[in-house]
């Protein structure tokens, strides 16, 4: 079964510090990762997916097969960074996407 | 930027009613999708439709649930007897296809049984 883990229900960090959200999951086959950003108020949107391998918002994840790993970072975290972070793997042919329990971050001033 | 609605924003219903959910996807959209998140848990995968059929669905989405594609905008999520433990937010979310394009998910309907 597909699982995706992340490990902190909370992160603060003050803005300009780096911030690194964590991703592990569990999947036999080779999945597709992705992170969605939940600002406040505001729907589920996708913020980056691994095999784009792009930068959003100042935003990169590497997938790490040998750890099983695609944690979100940022060198200079942003007030406006502040939302809910929610990881997750969609595998093969199936759309279905396998959330995580999400990620709380508040950048402070 | 075209996005997914959902109506209503906020649903209260008491024990064994039946309530419809109702969403409109992204209108070039072929595949359409319900996930909900019981409070201060994990996003869950309900359902997956296309081509007015269900394509997967998960242990949760039994019975006492239906999905429906009624006209050609609107996608229905149906809860025939409602349960204390069907309080949630409901999202539905909709993509191009089923390759690489990525969900886009609507606002969500928060559900109270109550």
């Known amino acids: 079964a597909q699982r995706v883990t992340q490990p902190e229900k909370l992160l603060s960090v003050f803005k300009g510090a780096p911030v690194e959200l964590k991703c592990n999951y569990s999947y036999s086959g080779s999945p597709e990762l992705f992170w969605y950003v939940q600002y406040s108020r505001q729907r589920l949107q996708l913020l980056l997916r691994?095999?784009s391998r792009e930068s959003i918002k100042g935003f990169t994840a590497d997938l790490n097969k040998g750890e099983t790993s695609f944690h979100l970072k940022k060198p200079f975290a942003q007030e406006e960074d502040s939302a809910m972070y929610y990881c997750?793997?969609?595998?093969?042919?199936?759309?279905?996407?396998?959330f995580g329990s999400g990620t709380q971050l508040t950048v402070l001033p | 930027e075209p996005e997914v609605t959902q109506t209503p924003s906020h649903q209260v219903t008491q024990m064994g009613q039946e309530v419809i959910l109702r969403c409109v996807p992204i209108?070039?959209?072929?595949?359409f999708y319900w996930y909900r998140q019981i409070l201060g848990q994990k996003v869950e995968f309900l359902v997956s439709?296309?081509?007015?059929?269900?394509?997967?669905k998960s242990e949760i989405f039994d019975d006492q649930f239906s999905v429906e594609r009624p006209d050609g905008s609107n996608f229905t999520l149906k809860i025939r007897s409602t349960k204390l433990e069907d309080s949630a937010m409901y999202f539905c979310?909709?993509?191009?296809?089923?390759?690489?394009?990525?969900?886009?998910f609507g606002n969500g309907t928060r559900l109270t049984v109550t």
């Open positions: 997750a793997l969609t595998s093969g042919s199936a759309r279905q996407l396998t």
């Open positions: 691994h095999i």
């Open positions: 439709f296309y081509n007015n059929e269900i394509s997967e």
């Open positions: 209108s070039n959209h072929l595949y």
């Open positions: 979310a909709s993509s191009v296809n089923r390759g690489n394009s990525p969900l886009h």
